[in-house]
């Protein structure tokens, strides 16, 4: 069982950014893909971004791509999201999750969110005008 804790949510204005971390309980968390998603309220949840299990492949929704990074620290059991120019259409609660069983980094699979196996609790994020 992998327990993922989520933190640096918060309200900020347009433009502005948000670093979010994402710690992960357990000894395998460096064999794992992890994803950030998020919902919006009255929609449904959304994929963000992916990382493979070394961090050396990435993938991106395009409504972030070029404004959010994902990175990730296995020594630290740490997934991060850093997003930049936030826009009000971003505000949403996020959630990190975490993939055991995808062999292989395939974009398609890992865009959608019953590619993973563990969740956290999310962090709210909110950007005003």
């Known amino acids: 069982q992998v327990q993922l804790v989520e933190s640096g949510g918060g309200l900020v204005q347009a433009g502005g950014s948000l670093r979010l971390s994402c710690v992960a309980s357990?000894?395998?968390?460096?064999?794992?893909?992890m994803g950030w998603f998020r919902q919006a309220p009255g929609k449904e949840r959304e994929f963000v971004a992916v990382?493979?299990?070394?961090?050396?492949?990435?993938y991106y929704a395009d409504s972030v791509k070029g404004r959010f990074t994902i990175s990730r620290d296995n020594g630290k059991n740490t997934v991060f999201l850093q997003m930049i120019s936030l826009k009000p259409e971003d505000t949403a609660v996020y959630y990190c999750?975490?993939?055991?069983?995808?062999?292989?980094?395939?974009?398609?699979?890992?865009?959608?969110?019953?590619?993973?196996?563990?969740w956290g609790q999310g962090t709210q994020v909110t950007v005003s005008s």
């Open positions: 990382i493979s299990w070394r961090g050396g492949t990435t």
């Open positions: 999750a975490a993939d055991r069983t995808t062999a292989v980094f395939t974009t398609a699979v890992l865009s959608t969110a019953r590619a993973y196996d563990y």
């Open positions: 357990g000894r395998t968390f460096s064999s794992y893909t």
